[in-house]
Structures are given as structure tokens and as C-alpha cells.
């Protein structure tokens, strides 16, 4: 069956310090990858998204991610956090033979240190 | 900015009973989902819905479950009769192709 990684339950770093959230799948075809964020009591938001072409994409806030495709990879990052960026952040995956369901991974909980 | 709600936030309710819960998708959107959160594991996909019908459910979706569009705007997930194992944050999402929008959760307690 198809299986989403997070390779960290929980990361905490200081502020402006460099962010970098494991995310591997395991399907060998055409994937649709994302990353969503919760904010504590708010709800799940879209940060990025990658269906094709660059891969590496831009999300919100200044985050990015890396598709690469030989590592069935698609790794969040951000060059320097804020106490704000505080929530958890999930990497979901659907399928383009699957009526779009998502494919979560467990989440990573971020802390950052003012 | 259009949003996904959902209620009630909060539902108590004693094993055996049956809970409807409720959500109002985007109003342009065209495929509902269902998904829920047991407390500290993976967000699990329940079900799709499009085109007034269920598009692919996953093996949580048992017949004790049930989707419906009642109207033009509501999309209500039935639990018939809880279990204890049911209690979870349910989220509704909605979308117009891969791009869904979250709603904020119901989480169901069953005591």
C-alpha cells in the first residue's frame, strides 16, 4: 500500500535558525505531493503543492520543497524560522488514479524558541 | 476568502449512539471528503464523494458510516452507532480538482 514518511515526530529550533522536514513516499508512478501546516487551534492550511515541472516549488511564508523524484522525496524547508511558524506540518501525497484522496504522513510538531 | 466550516466543534456522545456530523463545503467546489485523526496517529482518509455519489472509501468506511448531501450546501458524515474506537478529530475537506480546503475538525468523543 502507499505510505507517506515523516522522518521527525518533533524538531525544535531557534528562531532563524534553517528548517528542514524529511518527506518520502513509496509509489513508483505520478504523485501529487503537498504540505500542510496547523497553526495550535487553527485549521489545516495548504503551505505547498508540486503536480509538475520545477521541482522545487514556493510556498507561503517562505517555505519551499524539493521533488526529487530518484528519492521519492519531497522535503520542506525554510532558510530562517520564526517563533511563529510554531504548529505542526503534515506531507500528504494523492494519487492520479485515486478520485484525489490524500495520503498522510504522521506529521512533524515544530517548536521554535523565541 | 470562502472557507470550509464544520459542526458542531465539540460532540460528547455514549457508545451505541448516533451522530450526524455536519459541514458546509466551499459552495463551488465539487468533491467532498471525509477524513479523521485518532489522538497521536495519521490523518486517514474515510471518504470521497462527487457528483452526489461516494467516488472511493477507504476500509475504516464500514457500514456503520454513511455520507450524504442533503442539500445544496450541507455534506453530513452518520456514524450509526459509535464505539469507543470512534472518538477522533473528523475533518471535512472540499475541492474543485487536487487542491483541498480543510475545514477545523469535530472531535467526537464517545464515552
Known amino acids: 500500500a502507499q505510505s507517506v514518511s515523516q522522518h521527525n515526530h518533533h524538531v525544535i529550533l531557534s528562531e532563524a535558525a534553517s528548517l528542514e522536514l524529511g518527506c518520502n513516499y513509496s509509489y513508483g508512478g505520478t504523485v501529487n505531493l503537498f504540505w500542510y501546516v496547523q497553526y495550535p487551534g487553527q485549521h489545516l492550511q495548504l503551505l505547498l503543492k508540486y503536480f509538475s515541472g520545477d521541482p522545487l516549488v514556493k510556498g507561503i511564508k517562505g517555505f519551499e520543497a524539493e521533488f526529487i523524484k530518484s528519492k521519492f522525496s519531497f522535503n520542506l524547508r525554510k532558510p530562517s524560522v520564526q517563533w511563529s511558524d510554531t504548529a505542526e506540518y503534515f506531507c500528504?501525497?494523492?494519487?492520479?488514479?485515486?478520485?484525489?484522496?490524500?495520503?498522510w504522513g504522521a506529521g512533524t510538531k515544530l517548536i521554535i524558541k523565541p | 476568502e470562502p472557507e470550509v466550516t464544520q459542526t458542531p466543534s465539540h460532540q460528547v456522545t455514549q457508545m451505541g449512539q448516533e451522530v450526524i456530523l455536519r459541514c458546509v463545503p466551499i459552495s463551488n467546489h465539487l468533491y467532498f471528503y471525509w477524513y479523521r485523526q485518532i489522538l497521536g496517529q495519521k490523518v486517514e482518509f474515510l471518504v470521497s464523494f462527487y457528483n452526489n455519489e461516494i467516488s472511493e472509501k477507504s476500509e475504516i468506511f464500514d457500514d456503520q458510516f454513511s455520507v450524504e448531501r442533503p442539500d445544496g450546501s450541507n455534506f453530513t458524515l452518520k456514524i450509526r452507532s459509535t464505539k469507543l474506537e470512534d472518538s477522533a478529530m473528523y475533518f471535512c475537506?472540499?475541492?474543485?480538482?487536487?487542491?483541498?480546503?480543510f475545514g477545523p475538525g469535530t472531535r467526537l468523543t464517545v464515552t
Open positions: 475537506a472540499s475541492s474543485t480538482n487536487y487542491e483541498q480546503y
Open positions: 500528504a501525497v494523492n494519487l492520479p488514479d485515486s478520485n484525489y484522496q490524500l495520503i
